[in-house]
């Protein structure tokens, strides 16, 4: 049972490019959640997705954007990166009237 | 590991004592208040909730304590082990099913 899965691991992005990072769960989880996390920062909710075929901006959705693909897969996508979104990303589900969500193992972005 | 956490405020205890951690919530309206564990190089993992309707809830080695009136939250943690160093972090989850993040502390167990 793998639980969420993200990719990549670990990533440098230039100023300006764009990148998709990928989360999959396989807990038949309605909801879903992508959050950011810089030092002393704690954890930041960027968006969320209550159920398949919605999406809701959290606290930090500015220079983001997600789609929840399907049920098992959402993905949150840097336009045009800054060095500000250096930061390491979680992805985290639960199921439907849950507070126990599971984290991915995150992702570490460099943004130069 | 990673650098999360060079910042937040940071409790030491002796192993075999008693750990609390504290938490100050600014959203009323929260349905439940969440504990998560983090250790270094991980996601967090899910500690204990309570629902808003309560005051407290026990469970393995740890009981969370919430008090509305001044927006309150603890965790406290009974015979601390080494295993639990880690940092702390309160949640809040609403109707609208958004679980947001509150401010963290680091525990540290001393052997």
């Known amino acids: 049972n793998a639980g969420v899965t993200q990719t990549p691991k670990f990533q440098v992005l230039k100023t300006g490019q764009s990148m998709t990072l990928q989360c999959a769960q396989d807990?038949?989880?309605?909801?879903m959640y992508w959050y950011r996390q810089d030092p002393g920062m704690g954890l930041r909710l960027i968006y969320y997705?209550?159920?398949?075929?919605?999406?809701d901006k959290g606290e930090v959705p500015n220079g983001y954007n997600v789609s929840r693909l399907n049920k098992r897969e959402f993905s949150l996508r840097l336009e045009s990166a800054a060095p500000s979104q250096t930061s390491v990303y979680f992805c985290?589900?639960?199921?439907?009237?849950?507070?126990?969500?599971?984290f991915g193992q995150g992702t570490r972005l460099t943004v130069v | 590991g990673e650098s999360v956490g060079l910042h937040l405020p940071t409790l030491s205890v002796q192993e075999g004592d008693n750990s609390i951690i504290n938490c100050a919530y600014s959203?009323?309206?929260?349905?439940?208040f969440i504990w998560y564990k983090q250790e270094s190089g991980k996601g967090p993992q899910f500690i204990i909730d309570i629902r808003s309707n309560m005051d407290k809830r026990q469970g393995q080695r740890v009981t969370v304590l919430l008090n509305k009136t001044v927006k309150h939250l603890s965790l406290q943690i009974a015979a601390t082990q080494p295993g639990d160093s880690a940092v702390y972090f309160c949640?809040?989850?609403?109707?609208?099913?958004?679980?947001?993040f509150g401010s963290g502390t680091r525990l540290q167990v001393q052997p």
């Open positions: 997705s209550a159920s398949e075929g919605t999406t």
């Open positions: 985290a589900s639960s199921s439907y009237l849950n507070t126990e969500a599971f």
């Open positions: 807990m038949n989880h309605n909801s």
């Open positions: 949640a809040e989850w609403t109707g609208r099913r958004a679980l947001t």
């Open positions: 959203n009323s309206a929260s349905d439940y």
